[in-house]
């Protein structure tokens, strides 16, 4: 039964509901350790300032281990009338070294504890994602590495364009997943402020030293404002944010993979163990992962927003709607931490069909520009080279032919400037090899980025 004044007129039932609807803890269980690591700290702080003593310091962190333990080991069941992490630690803890344990939140509240919880975490997430993004880029600099001579039909409008190295292609994806890097690390700067010592939202009448705190934790500064301290939940919008654009970085890739292994284009195969077969047609062999990795990307996107909205209307301070930011910061986190993981995992396994690719490459007059770009080495105006190819490529269309089977006859009454060496810029190996600067596709310098690559992921690695 209810204990409120108007209890009465409420079923006993309402309380339990309400119990369930506000409590956090099927959520916040994960923060167990970094809950327990900032009550560490705490009770450090405050034997060092004189508000605890040590023997009662001792008590408090020797208790917070054993809380811990049990944890770890599944045996402190979690419970709605506890509400959330904070309150089973506490309690637990008071159970365990009695009432010395009440002493624990002494110049603190759970509104700078849980802010503070929820920096460490999403610290160590950010860490375990960098290191995970690291190895992709590693991952695609070696698949770079083996395909640098493959050439692929590169695409502008979903159409056949230029021939590309298929190494450059991956190396476009080391530099977006280096940009996610960069990001996050970034972002980690602004995630990495202690928030405790604000307490309710006006600071605490104890004499608390924050910088101390702030060691113990590994932080770099302390939050200026204990308003801003507790309210504050940028850094949680920021890193969905960042991962809202990996998202659709990874997006992006499993669409090209699944195109590529798709029969009408048949440039890629992906490995069994990471593709799946269909229940009625036997001659299926679907991309499954790339799809439902394409997939996570609405769902971190909506995480991104949820935040976005979940912060829109709040005033200063805390708000019991900050309880909401955990389930979206988690979600993207996790997602994002597989799905880095398990595309690092099947990418050494792809195999390219460099002779489909070829074939389509020609099919498509992908030296077309190659030959527009002869004619004006030739001295033709490039609007005018423009227009000779382009007739040039009707005329192959006719004949069902690519630019290099056109006679020679044939291309020289297109244009008197045109000779017999033309054919070497109508290759597609010569015009990937005369692409021959700073980011371009020929192989000799995709190699070269190939090695600047790899130095920079060795002076920026984790
Ligand atoms: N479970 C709460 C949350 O996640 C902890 C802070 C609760 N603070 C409070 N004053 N009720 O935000």
């Known amino acids: 039964m209810s204990e409120k004044m108007w209890g009465g007129r409420f079923a006993a039932g309402t309380d339990r509901l309400v119990e369930a609807f506000t ?11 970094e809950d327990i690591r900032g009550s560490m700290a705490h009770a450090r702080m405050l034997g060092r300032v004189g508000v605890l003593t040590e023997a009662e310091v001792e008590a408090i962190v020797t208790g917070l281990a054993q809380v811990r333990q049990e944890i770890v080991e599944d045996r402190l069941p979690f419970v709605d009338a506890l509400e959330d992490i904070h309150m089973h630690v506490e309690s637990r803890l008071t159970e365990i070294i009695g009432d010395v344990g009440k002493k624990l939140h002494t110049g603190r509240s759970r509104n700078d504890q849980v802010a503070t919880d929820l920096r460490l975490y999403t610290r160590g997430g950010l860490d375990d994602l960098v290191r995970g993004l690291q190895h992709l880029q590693n991952v695609f600099i070696d698949l770079a590495e083996r395909e640098v001579e493959t050439i692929l039909p590169g695409l502008t409008h979903m159409q056949v364009a230029q021939p590309i190295s298929f190494g450059h292609h991956c190396m476009a994806y080391v530099e977006m997943f280096h940009r996610d890097t960069q990001r996050l690390l970034d972002a980690r700067r602004r995630v990495n402020v202690l928030p405790l010592g604000a307490a309710a939202l006006a600071g605490t009448t104890f004499p608390i030293d924050r910088w101390d705190v702030a060691r113990q934790l590994g932080f770099e500064a302390v939050a200026e404002n204990s308003l801003d301290a507790v309210s504050d939940r940028d850094f949680v919008m920021e890193v969905l944010s960042d991962l809202a654009i990996l998202a659709v970085h990874l997006s992006r890739l499993s669409e090209e993979l699944i195109l590529w292994m798709s029969a009408p284009f048949g440039f890629i195969d992906l490995p069994d163990g990471f593709c799946t077969g269909s229940s009625i047609m036997p001659q299926k062999k679907n991309p499954d992962v790339a799809e439902i990795i394409r997939g996570k990307s609405g769902r971190v996107i909506g995480d991104l927003v949820a935040i976005l909205v979940l912060m829109k209307g709040q005033p200063l301070a805390y708000n019991r709607d900050n309880q909401e930011d955990k389930e979206t910061l988690f979600d993207a986190l996790d997602q994002m931490r597989a799905s880095v993981e398990i595309m690092g995992r099947m990418l050494p396994g792809l195999q390219t069909r460099p002779d489909v690719m070829r074939a389509q490459a020609e099919r498509g007059f992908a030296t077309a520009t190659d030959l527009a770009d002869y004619l004006v080495r030739k001295g033709l105006p490039f609007r005018d080279a423009h ?25 020289q009454a297109l244009s008197p400037l045109i000779d017999g060496e033309v054919y070497a810029v109508l290759v597609l190996e010569g015009s990937l090899a005369a692409r021959d600067h700073l980011g371009g596709t020929a192989p000799r310098q995709v190699q070269a980025a190939i090695q600047r690559a790899r130095e920079r992921l060795q002076r920026e690695a984790l």
């Open 23 to 33: 409590a956090s803890i099927q959520v916040d269980r994960r923060l167990y350790a």
């Open 387 to 411: 227009a000779v190819v382009g007739r040039a490529v009707r005329l192959a269309q006719e004949r069902h032919i690519g630019l290099e089977a056109l006679p020679l006859a044939d291309l």
